[in-house]
């Protein structure tokens, strides 16, 4: 029988980098697919339809929700932000191990539903460091950096959910540390158990 996927549920503040901590995790990790989530946020620069988000109006998105076509969606610094659902369930089904880069309320939405998913926070080791990151950023204006750190005290509180914590001081460390997660948990017999099985009967 071919393994379902596991899905993996990366979280950490604005400015934790887990953007960047995923891109590179692809490049050294095979067989993992990422979810492209929807978005009523305009593009930044560089972005692309499709690729980053499917970047939506506002009465697309309500459309969305309305045909109940998202695992889980959310309101997040005046936008909204969804993940959907037929493509992730696709990709599991496949077997592809599936990563949703996803803010903390949403991914408590998708652990009510997953509770076999493995959810790993990404934070630098202290706030002062995020808070540098954001105001170096420059892609927010003030007001939206000082919005995006008070939330990131909220997101904080959620960390006791999740099963692992990958510190971002240095970004190769990091990379090593959630590709390290993400192979660690492929082994887990558990998730082998006809291997196991067909190993553990092997006539003597
Ligand atoms: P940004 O606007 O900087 O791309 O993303 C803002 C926040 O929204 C980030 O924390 C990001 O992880 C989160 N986010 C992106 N897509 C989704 C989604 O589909 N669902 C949820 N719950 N959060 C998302």
């Given at each position: 029988?071919?393994?379902?996927?596991?899905?993996?549920?990366?979280?950490?503040?604005?400015?934790?980098g887990?953007?960047?901590?995923?891109?590179?995790?692809?490049?050294?990790v095979?067989?993992?697919?990422v979810s492209?989530?929807a978005t009523?946020?305009a593009?930044?620069?560089?972005e692309?339809?499709g690729?980053?988000?499917?970047?939506?109006?506002?009465?697309?998105?309500?459309?969305?929700?309305?045909?109940?076509?998202?695992?889980?969606?959310?309101?997040k610094?005046h936008n909204?932000?969804?993940t959907?659902?037929?493509q992730?369930?696709?990709?599991?089904n496949e077997?592809?191990?599936?990563v949703?880069?996803?803010?903390?309320k949403?991914?408590?939405?998708?652990?009510?539903?997953n509770?076999?998913?493995?959810?790993?926070?990404i934070t630098?080791?202290?706030?002062e460091?995020?808070?540098?990151?954001?105001?170096?950023?420059?892609?927010?204006s003030?007001?939206?950096?000082?919005?995006?750190l008070?939330?990131?005290k909220?997101e904080?509180?959620?960390?006791?959910?999740?099963?692992?914590?990958?510190?971002?001081?240095?970004?190769?460390?990091c990379?090593?540390?959630?590709?390290?997660?993400i192979?660690?948990?492929?082994?887990?017999?558990?998730?082998?158990?006809?291997?196991?099985?067909?190993?553990?009967?092997?006539?003597s």
């Amino acid at each position: 029988m071919e393994r379902k996927g596991i899905l993996f549920v990366l979280s950490g503040p604005s400015g934790a980098g887990k953007g960047t901590v995923l891109h590179e995790v692809l490049q050294k990790v095979q067989g993992l697919a990422v979810s492209v989530s929807a978005t009523t946020r305009a593009p930044r620069p560089g972005e692309i339809n499709g690729i980053h988000y499917h970047f939506r109006t506002k009465d697309e998105f309500q459309q969305m929700v309305d045909n109940n076509e998202f695992l889980e969606h959310v309101v997040k610094f005046h936008n909204r932000y969804g993940t959907p659902k037929a493509q992730v369930e696709k990709l599991l089904n496949e077997g592809k191990d599936v990563v949703l880069e996803i803010e903390t309320k949403g991914a408590s939405k998708v652990r009510r539903a997953n509770p076999d998913a493995v959810y790993i926070f990404i934070t630098p080791s202290n706030y002062e460091e995020l808070n540098k990151r954001l105001n170096v950023r420059g892609t927010e204006s003030p007001e939206v950096c000082a919005l995006r750190l008070k939330i990131a005290k909220t997101e904080y509180k959620s960390i006791r959910y999740y099963d692992y914590i990958a510190i971002n001081d240095n970004l190769d460390e990091c990379v090593n540390t959630v590709s390290a997660i993400i192979l660690a948990e492929r082994n887990k017999r558990r998730r082998n158990a006809e291997l196991a099985d067909n190993l553990m009967t092997l006539k003597s």
